[in-house]
């Protein structure tokens, strides 16, 4: 925002400053009330990891949404799309289509095939000890890059609303986030993260419905005049609704277009944190009913974001949005200031802090879901089953969980305040792209092809993860640019922002190539129990 409007920002929610706490204040309190009872319940593994699997298909669809619609899909794409565009338009495609591959290809098969985590699928066939250690890693990997972004979401939203701009102030609010989701997670296990996700979606779709009804109702419901006023006002002209404002001047930006799509497309069929709310559901049928009715409330909520995208490039100067957060990650809070008013105005600073409060509540609820998906990993796969070699109780398991979720906030808050200035929607995409490369192609060869082996799954996961990890290490995401994690040094060799089109046919060819250069024999057997019980349900837990 321009120095004047940034001001008057400020003295908008520092008169309402009381309100906005308030709000915060009490969604932590309900939301860490629900926690603390859930934990009263939570006894044995089957608890910690899966709630006792006693979810209904609805209350997990509503879950899972809760866990799936992030700060990137609240703060990221409305950002991208009111600075970019038609370009940014491309998140919000690409995070609802990646629903249909994990719809009809692995929410069922992996219910019925797993127990806790994406590791049991995976050692089901093949020898234990390195299976589960290679799927812990990657959940864990895949699960910090996801952190990054809730992190980095965290600090510009809480620092925006009370005023911080220090960088000390907002690293404070990071580690604040990652105290939060330790306590969540270690005392109320899937029980009450699940619970706190269903409470979160549905403040998140009431706030977003709010908002959009407030912009169309302000362009008359027409939506021709507001993709109009936002081309005008983005001072792109028609360009603004047209593809290539950022993905179309050179051929390494289509490169980057093409690899940022295959990797939101492919990336959600891996997500540790998703994967894992297929095990709270008694049965496979609930399962599946509970993707139907997470794509149901997810779709309505990107549909809703291209509006507050458009909505936020018709309603404030593209300046403003840069100057306010490089990566627009404020442009949907300072939209509903905007609408309620203006900054000057109760009713802005009112509407700024009920969708800030939401925003909050949804990084809240999606950060616990991501510790517990990785943390359990740990527990589950490399503790109970590799280093105790499957001799270690429910209770040693569960307190070895809890130890993780600990050193995984600790880790998260450290790398979360260095990502604080990137785009939350870009940090999403890079999880996409190493769960995309790593555990995508492990699931689908376990449970499709017959003459995966060890080798190949190994290949796989380490493969594809370190290859994503590699490239977005030494890619302009993290030195080289204004905009990159380390702006002052420059190391980047890759060019691409997103390794998706490198790192996940990588990780396909590794696992086919693994398999077949493997002298261990496939044990047909296991592959036909595993077939049937993933295709019928028999005997899964």
């Known amino acids: 925002m321009s120095t004047p409007v940034l001001l008057a920002a400020g003295n908008a929610t520092t008169e309402h400053r009381p309100l906005i706490i308030a709000l915060f204040g009490a969604f932590v309190v309900a939301t860490l009330v629900i926690t603390v009872r859930a934990g009263r319940q939570t006894r044995s593994a089957a608890d910690f990891y899966a709630g006792g699997r006693q979810f209904t298909g609805f209350q997990n669809g509503l879950a899972i949404s809760g866990d799936y619609m992030s700060a990137a899909s609240f703060l990221g794409i409305a950002g991208a799309i009111a ?31 797993g127990r806790f985590t994406m590791g049991d699928v995976l050692a089901y066939r093949m020898r234990q000890r390195p299976v589960r250690t ?72 009431a706030g977003t419905l709010l908002i959009t009804f407030l912009i169309l109702l302000k362009f008359h419901f027409n939506v021709s005049e507001l993709l109009g006023a936002a081309a005008t006002n983005s001072g792109k002209g028609d360009a603004f609704l047209e593809p290539g404002l950022k993905y179309g001047a050179t051929a390494t930006s289509k490169l980057d277009f093409l690899s940022l799509g295959i990797a939101l497309v492919l990336g959600t069929a891996g997500l540790p944190h998703i994967l894992i709310r297929f095990y709270t559901v008694p049965t496979a049928k609930a399962a599946r009913k509970s993707v139907n009715w997470a794509i149901g409330i997810i779709g309505a909520f990107y549909l809703m974001t291209i509006v507050l995208g458009f909505g936020a490039a018709a309603l404030l100067k593209n300046g403003d949005i840069v100057a306010s957060n490089k990566a627009g990650n404020t442009a949907a809070p300072l939209a509903a200031l905007e609408i309620g008013g203006g900054p000057d105005s109760t009713g802005g600073a009112i509407l700024l802090a009920v969708i800030s409060a939401v925003a909050f509540a949804t990084i809240l609820a999606v950060v616990a879901g ?31 969980a809890r130890w993780a979720t600990v050193f995984i906030g600790i880790v998260s808050i450290a790398l979360g305040a260095l990502a604080r200035d990137l785009n939350v929607a870009g940090l999403v995409a890079l999880a996409f792209a190493v769960a995309a490369s790593a555990n995508l192609p492990t699931i689908l060869y376990s449970l499709f092809w017959k003459r995966f082996t060890t080798q190949g799954a190994l290949w796989s996961i380490y493969g594809g993860l370190v290859s994503a990890v590699v490239l977005v290490l030494f890619s302009p995401v993290v030195s080289g640019k204004p905009t990159s994690m380390f702006k002052t040094v420059d190391f980047y060799w890759f060019p691409l922002e997103n390794p998706g089109i490198v790192s996940i046919p990588l990780g396909f060819l590794l696992g086919w190539l693994g398999s077949v250069l493997s002298k261990e024999e496939p044990d047909r057997g296991k592959y036909a129990e595993l077939e049937v019980k993933s295709l019928t349900g028999v005997g899964a837990h």
């Open 134 to 205: 290679a799927a812990g890693t990657s959940t864990i990997v895949v699960s910090i890059f996801y952190l990054l972004a809730q992190m980095a979401g965290a600090g510009v939203l809480v620092s925006l609303l009370l005023g911080i701009t220090s960088d000390g102030g907002k690293i404070g609010i990071v580690a604040l986030v990652g105290l939060l989701m330790i306590v969540y997670v270690t005392i109320g296990g899937m029980k009450g993260t699940t619970w706190v996700q269903m409470v979160k979606a549905v403040l998140l779709i």
């Open 370 to 400: 991501l510790t517990l998906a990785s943390s359990s990993s740990f527990a589950h796969d490399i503790y109970a089953n590799v280093i105790r070699r499957g001799k270690a109780t429910e209770q040693e398991e569960v307190k070895a």
């Open 83 to 113: 600075l970019f565009g038609y370009d940014g338009f491309l998140y919000s495609i690409g995070f609802l289509v990646a629903w249909l591959v994990a719809l009809l290809l692995v929410a069922e098969p992996l219910r019925n095939s």
